[in-house]
Each structure stands twice: as structure tokens, then as C-alpha cells.
């Protein structure tokens, strides 16, 4: 005989719970925080870039190149 009741309604998987509005408010402030972190880096490329027109060539690209970075929309990699 089986020590298992067909009674039990015992599922193979947990139930999932909803994420707590601190999980989801995290998410979004790191969210928040990487695109102005982005928006930063893209502006601090182009100040570099402005600065000196032999600078581009010294990272490996060009100007224009440089100038359609800075210029992305800040959810954009």
C-alpha cells in the first residue's frame, strides 16, 4: 500500500508569489540610475572628444562616431 492519501492536493511546484513593492521600487531606482549613469558617460565621451580633434583616433573612433554616441536616447546601449 501507498503511504500517499489521493486527499492531499499537494502541487509539484510553489505558488509564485508577487514581488513587494520595495523589490519593484528597487528596480526601478537601479533602472533610473543606470540610464542617467549612461546619459553621463555618452556626455563625459563627447566633452573628451571636443577637447582635442587627435583624441577619437586615440580610442578608436571617430568623431562622428563619438558624436552619434552622445546624442542616443539614454534607454539606448
Known amino acids: ?34 540610464f542617467w549613469m549612461r546619459q553621463l558617460q555618452r556626455q563625459e565621451l563627447f566633452d573628451y572628444i571636443a577637447s582635442d580633434y587627435r583624441a577619437a583616433a586615440d580610442i578608436g573612433i571617430t568623431s562622428g562616431e563619438a558624436r552619434s554616441w552622445s546624442q542616443r536616447p539614454f534607454w539606448r546601449v
Do not use: D, L, Q
Not at 4 to 14: L, R
Not at 17 to 34: E, K, L, N, Q
Open 1 to 34: 500500500m501507498s503511504s500517499y492519501s489521493n486527499t492531499e492536493s499537494v502541487g509539484a511546484f510553489p505558488k509564485a508569489r508577487a514581488p513587494s513593492w520595495r523589490a519593484v521600487a528597487g528596480r526601478i531606482a537601479r533602472m533610473i540610475w543606470t
